[in-house]
């Protein structure tokens, strides 16, 4: 605890990591309390006053249907942070598992995942969401599911490379001399130390998340109507950009600032943890 405390305290002390912390804090903050930070229902249309300039009343602007955008846009953090974010925790744990397996029995099993994975990474992300939304249709699971697997490759492989590098180490050859089972080396020795790695990759991999699931909902493939999430926003507000541009300006720039709030978060956890020089060491 003290260790968590300490490296805490060295992100947010930094400029860019407390600032990038704050702002993320708010975020998570205001998608979770969203039915009592929005100022009006996410839902409720008003077309006697669609289409209205940022105003006091509205400080973000209505959309096209009279809707409050702020309202949206804070309920719409909900969508957005949640597909993100348990879709990357799902190939998080998936990818270990594989990876650890494959790095640790090695043989056919390896070269049949690395064969799979190395296919996988040939591949876009945003390609591999797409063609597998378009299989199995729209929606926030489809969604979820499809952004888990894209990101699937790069935590298996980077898993694999940290439990290869580890098993080789003189207090793993001594614990299994000893008498232990795989399953106690795997989980008691090997993954807790290739943890941290894979967990700073993995923040680093929902910024990119959140602009896929944005993407997706853009192309009308994710969050359906009325569901808000700031990528439909923006599609939605494509038929406005210049009777109306605030409808896609806030969401979009919702988005980026989200997006570099978490590079800068997790570039700041990165130098705290020392990750890179983890690896190069290893």
Request: proline fraction near 5%; include cysteine.
């Amino acid at each position: 605890m003290v260790a968590q405390a300490g490296t805490f305290g060295r992100v947010v002390l930094t400029p860019r990591g407390g600032i990038s912390a704050l702002f993320l804090a708010i975020v998570v903050l205001c998608a979770i309390f969203a039915p009592w930070i929005a100022p009006y229902p996410y839902d409720v249309q008003d077309l006697s006053i669609s289409s209205q300039a940022p105003s006091m009343a509205h400080w973000l602007g209505t959309d096209e249907f009279g809707r409050d955008v702020l309202s949206r846009i804070i309920f719409g953090a909900r969508t957005s942070l949640t597909v993100s974010v348990v879709s990357i925790c799902v190939s998080v744990f998936v990818g270990m598992s594989l990876g650890a397996a494959a790095g640790y029995f090695g043989g056919a099993f390896d070269r049949a995942v690395t064969a799979v994975v190395d296919l996988s990474w040939s591949f876009p992300e945003i390609l591999i969401a797409l063609i597998f939304v378009a299989i199995i249709g729209p929606g926030l699971e489809s969604t979820m599911m499809a952004i888990g697997i894209a990101y699937l490759a790069q935590f298996t492989r980077l898993t694999r490379a940290q439990i290869m590098s580890l098993k080789g180490e003189t207090y793993v050859e001594a614990t299994i001399n000893l008498g232990a089972g795989h399953l106690h080396v795997l989980f008691r020795h090997l993954i807790p130390n290739a943890l941290a790695p894979v967990l700073v990759c993995g923040m680093l991999a929902t910024g990119d998340a959140i602009i896929l699931e944005a993407t997706l909902g853009f192309f009308g493939l994710g969050a359906q109507p009325p569901t808000p999430s700031w990528g439909a926003m923006m599609n939605s507000g494509t038929a406005q950009i210049f009777l109306a541009p605030w409808i896609i300006i806030f969401p979009g720039l919702t988005v980026a600032l989200t997006v570099i709030a978490i590079n800068l978060c997790g570039d700041a956890v990165i130098q705290a943890l020392d990750i890179r020089g983890r690896v190069r060491e290893s």
